[in-house]
């Protein structure tokens, strides 16, 4: 038996393949959707859309082809793998998605084989669009050059093609890289993370299609979920798909929030109350010494290694006697005597002799002679050589006196 089975379900619904059959049709998703078919529609010629990691730009560009209809539209979906492809190969592929035929190498002729296609699809009635999935790979002004060239391709009462470009928010930068690109976006739109809302409605939507008969987190865990994920699509599967297998293995029907928590902890995921709660925590390096661990923003950076985990961050232990009591404990286990303990036979007159030394040596200094600035004239350089030498002659006094001193001290010591 798996989890599947266990649950009731046909269908394995938060698997990270962008299957349309699990397309969610946000508020925000639906928007983007109809600015970008209003952009195809009326052949702007340029439109963009931009989403962080995981946001669900991929599935939305799926989408979108699929609701392109075929006797209207000559489309073609192009993902970018790499960021070292030439405008050529670029080229090459287009012409070859909308349909010309033994695309000629040189590349005059395959302008104006793929002009000449363009005016044909024109005359059906057809409009030519391409969607460019994974758009911030295109790093290279050539290719942004190349992509203006296309965009020149046109009527003089409509552009002969329209490209839509998915991917992730440096694109923008990447359009700069040929100003007179950039100026020609038409449309831009973004997306964002769910919101709580949106998330739950997220993990009903997909349990519903993947055959559940119920809803197997509870709405803590949802909360939970939230949490750690941002409300990003594609940790909220992540995570979801880690929770049902474990609920399986525990044979739980109902997943709550500590096994939500766990499996974000297995991930390095945190949340963003765990990250202020982190940013605020200390830790005790020796007595009565705390250290800040972590000095970042949420959502920003790394944890250090001394971080508490995920679930189980806590407030540093204070300095109170619980703590000290410990500690003399532990002292006294190994033989040791902190220095609150009672001093032993001699040792009282042993630190009252040092206590007057170190009095001593605190008490005010007679004033000394200043040494000589860098540039004071040579007139007063012999007394200036005259204090200095006074200044050693004391400080090798005071040294002498010491140690005389701490020997009259052990000796007392000894003969006790």
């Not at 009731?8 to 928007?31: C, D, I, T, W």
């Not at 029907?253 to 949340?271: C, H, M, T, W, Y």
């Not at 200095?388 to 004391?394: E, G, P, Y």
Request: aromatic share 6%; with cysteine; net charge negative.
């Amino acid at each position: 038996m798996d989890y599947l089975e266990f649950y009731g379900m046909e269908q394995e619904p938060f698997s990270q393949a962008p299957v349309l059959k699990f397309y969610f049709n946000s508020a925000q998703h639906s928007r983007a959707l109809v600015r970008l078919m209003y952009a195809v529609d009326t052949m702007k010629g340029l439109a963009v859309l931009l989403g962080d990691i995981g946001t669900g730009k991929t599935i939305l560009a799926r989408r979108m082809l699929d609701s392109l209809p075929e006797e209207e539209y000559e489309s073609a979906l192009l993902v970018i793998i790499h960021s070292h492809i030439t405008a050529d190969w670029l080229l090459t592929r287009i012409a070859r998605q909308l349909g010309v035929e033994d695309p000629a190498p040189e590349k005059l002729k395959l302008l104006n084989q793929l002009y000449n296609r363009l005016i044909e699809l024109h005359d059906q009635g057809k409009k030519a669009v391409v969607l460019i999935d994974e758009a911030q790979m295109l790093q290279a002004r050539e290719i942004m050059e190349e992509f203006r060239g296309l965009l020149n391709l046109e009527l003089p009462e409509s552009k002969l093609i329209t490209f839509v470009f998915f991917g992730l928010t440096e694109l923008e930068d990447h359009l700069h890289l040929d100003e007179p690109l950039h100026q020609r976006v038409a449309l831009k739109c973004r997306l964002e993370s769910f919101n709580r809302d949106s998330t739950e409605g997220y993990i009903n939507h997909r349990l519903r299609l993947a055959g559940a008969k119920s809803q197997f987190f509870t709405p803590e865990a949802i909360t939970s979920i939230h949490g750690y994920s941002r409300g990003v699509p594609r940790l909220i599967n992540t995570i979801c798909d880690n929770a049902l297998f474990e609920g399986f293995l525990l044979k739980k029907r109902n997943i709550g929030e500590p096994l939500v928590k766990n499996i974000a902890n297995d991930l390095g995921l945190f949340s963003d109350e765990e990250l202020r709660q982190a940013k605020a925590t200390r830790v005790r390096r020796g007595p009565g010494k705390i250290v800040p661990v972590w000095d970042g923003e949420p959502g920003e950076g790394t944890l250090p290694d001394l971080l508490p985990a995920p679930g189980r961050i806590s407030a540093p232990a204070p300095a109170d006697e619980s703590t000290e009591a410990e500690l003399d404990q532990a002292m006294a286990k190994a033989g040791l005597e902190d220095e609150a303990s009672p001093p032993a036979e001699g040792e009282a007159e042993l630190e009252q002799m040092l206590d007057n030394i170190i009095d001593e040596e605190a008490a005010p200094a007679p004033a000394k002679a200043a040494a000589p600035a860098k540039k004071a004239s040579a007139a007063k350089a012999p007394a200036a050589a005259k204090a200095s030498a006074q200044t050693k002659a004391d400080e090798q006094k005071s040294k002498a006196k010491e140690e005389e001193a701490i020997d009259a001290m052990f000796d007392n010591l000894e003969g006790k």
